[in-house]
């Protein structure tokens, strides 16, 4: 497995790899790596020649307040699983490689980049737009693997894709939870025994908000008021958003149909997870 820390590396290597007539997939993430992530990798390799992998703790997606210094960093273990799954090449940059002395440039979604995660986190999808471009300049994969876990992301990149004209295909994969229902997540690993229990809390309302679809409620008003229901069980878990809302646009709806995203983001003490379910009535 090729390890580069260097972009004109990774860009060559990319390069050959595309000209010999390989179909190259792209998964990029921030390190850490657990079962989601790993699932995307198996789903690129199943559907491509050759796979690259992409750890990057990118500055400017985080707010001046949040988790980049802190966020794990388990590089060396990270490459022995994805050698394991078969992964060809990995890219892991310095934020300094990535963003030299004087980069300006940015990408911004507008509309789509400032709803859910976005109206609690400004500049955040900025951020994600911005290195998702850079990287699929710089790997130019024909195909490229999201987690259905980062809802919002998924509706941003789409948008991106296809206002940009970037020359790859989104593939979206479902989201990898814990036997109890916990959706994997980097930033579980913060969470302290009595924190990891009260964190089911989210995936019990989205259960809770698909129960009362299959029985036929359809106004996302009721759906809401049902999810806090379930939330306000477990009190020191701070809810920041519950939602309902279109997958494309992430504009709220007042009734429900198939396809239909609910997503939610909460404080599990000083950790902000973040969940979702997609509706079919
Ligand atoms: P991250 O390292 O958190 O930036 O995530 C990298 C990619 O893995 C993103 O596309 C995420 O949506 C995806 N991902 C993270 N957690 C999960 C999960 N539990 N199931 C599926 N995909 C995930």
Do not use: W
């Not at 050698?83 to 060809?88: F, I, L, S």
């Not at 995660?117 to 737009?129: E, I, Q, T």
């Not at 850079?134 to 790997?139: A, E, N, S």
């Amino acid at each position: 497995m090729l390890i580069f820390q260097s972009i004109q590396e990774t860009q060559s290597a990319c390069a050959q790899l595309r000209g010999e007539g390989r179909v190259l997939g792209f998964v990029p993430t921030m390190g850490a790596l657990h079962e989601g992530h790993l699932s995307l990798v198996r789903a690129a390799r199943a559907e491509c020649d050759v796979v690259a992998v992409s750890i990057f703790v990118n500055p400017t997606q985080f707010g001046p307040n949040e988790d980049y210094a802190k966020y794990p960093r388990t590089l060396e273990q990270d490459c022995g699983l994805l050698e394991r799954e078969g992964v060809h090449l990995v890219f892991a940059p310095t934020a300094d490689e990535m963003y030299p002395e004087g980069a300006s440039t940015f990408v911004l979604v507008e509309g789509v980049s400032e709803r859910l995660d976005g109206a609690s986190r400004p500049g955040h999808f900025r951020g994600v737009a911005t290195v998702v471009s850079k990287l699929f300049h710089i790997v130019c994969p024909h195909k490229a693997y999201f987690g259905q876990k980062d809802a919002a992301q998924v509706a941003v990149l789409r948008k991106m894709v296809r206002d940009l004209n970037f020359p790859v295909q989104l593939v979206v994969c479902p989201t990898v939870r814990e036997a109890d229902g916990l959706a994997m997540s980097s930033r579980n690993r913060y969470l302290s025994p009595e924190e990891r229990r009260q964190a089911l809390v989210l995936s019990r309302s989205l259960k809770r908000v698909e129960e009362m679809v299959e029985q036929g409620e359809r106004a996302a008003h009721r759906l809401i008021a049902a999810a806090r229901e379930v939330f306000a069980e477990e009190p020191s878990v701070r809810v920041d958003y519950i939602s309902v809302v279109d997958p494309d646009t992430l504009r709220e709806v007042s009734e429900v149909s198939t396809g239909t995203l609910v997503a939610l983001a909460a404080f599990v003490g000083g950790t902000r997870l973040i969940d979702n379910t997609i509706l079919r009535t």
